[in-house]
């Protein structure tokens, strides 16, 4: 398996420009998840999805950002329109949510793509 | 919801040293504690993670403790060497479901030769 698959790695653009990011997860996860990385913010969970349906977005920072999953092996983050303070490093991660075993919540790793760093000029 | 707190914020020791890294979280109803390490450029990768049915879990040089009284958990890293230099995260599960996770701050370990 090739992992989580982003891109663009990098991301060079001017303020106002829309950027759309995209996310492969791996075959057969169920769970997808966007992450924003900087060093002032650390590791912030912008929004997720168990089966392609969104189930949180109370990390979107602003309207400008957007999120969708059309499919189980697709997803795209879009913010528009882009500001400087957009610049970040953004992760795809994907698990395999296995609900309930033996009564208990069963959580498993999220693997992570290789991000994508955007810059907004 | 939950809360995940991490210290020390940075770390450094010398090549062979030990090295300990402390988080605490809020929901007394979290029973997954993953640990993942994050190398200059490159993406978080899981290298331990501990269920709240056992107090320890080593794996070579790395073990996860787990005080599920006192609510917090301990990545050690003994026999330090440079290329565990890296950020580490501690985090926990959102009590809301799902594999949601709350990460901590994160932990900047340098280990000097």
């Known amino acids: 398996d090739a992992g989580v698959i982003q891109s663009p790695r990098h991301e060079v653009t001017e303020m106002g420009q829309e950027v759309t990011l995209r996310c492969k997860p791996i075959?057969?996860?169920?769970?997808l998840f966007w992450y924003r990385q900087t060093m002032m913010r650390g590791l912030e969970l912008l929004i997720y999805?168990?089966?392609?349906?969104?189930?949180?977005d109370s990390g979107m920072p602003e309207d400008r950002f957007s999120a969708k999953m059309p499919n189980a092996s697709f997803s795209t983050l879009k913010i528009q329109p882009s500001e400087p303070r957009d610049s970040a490093v953004y992760f795809c991660?994907?698990?395999?949510?296995?609900?309930?075993?033996?009564?208990?919540?069963?959580?498993?790793?999220?693997?992570f793509g290789p991000g994508t760093r955007l810059t907004v000029l | 919801g939950e809360n995940v707190e991490q210290h020390p914020s940075t770390l450094s020791v010398q090549e062979g040293d030990s090295a300990v890294i402390k988080c605490t979280y809020s929901?007394?109803?979290?029973?997954?504690f993953p640990w993942y390490k994050q190398e200059l450029g490159k993406r978080p990768q899981l290298i331990i993670d501990i269920r709240s049915n056992v107090g320890e879990k080593k794996d070579q040089r790395i073990a996860v403790t787990l005080n599920k009284t006192a609510k917090h958990f301990s990545l050690h890293i003994t026999e330090t060497q440079p290329e565990d230099s890296a950020v580490y995260f501690c985090?926990?599960?959102?009590?809301?479901?799902?594999?949601?996770?709350?990460f901590g701050a994160g932990t900047r370990l340098a280990v000097h030769p």
């Open positions: 991660a994907s698990s395999m949510d296995r609900g309930r075993v033996g009564g208990k919540e069963r959580r498993n790793e999220q693997f």
């Open positions: 985090a926990a599960p959102f009590s809301g479901g799902y594999n949601k996770l709350i």
């Open positions: 999805f168990n089966n392609n349906v969104p189930i949180d």
């Open positions: 075959s057969g996860h169920n769970s």
């Open positions: 929901d007394s109803a979290s029973n997954y």
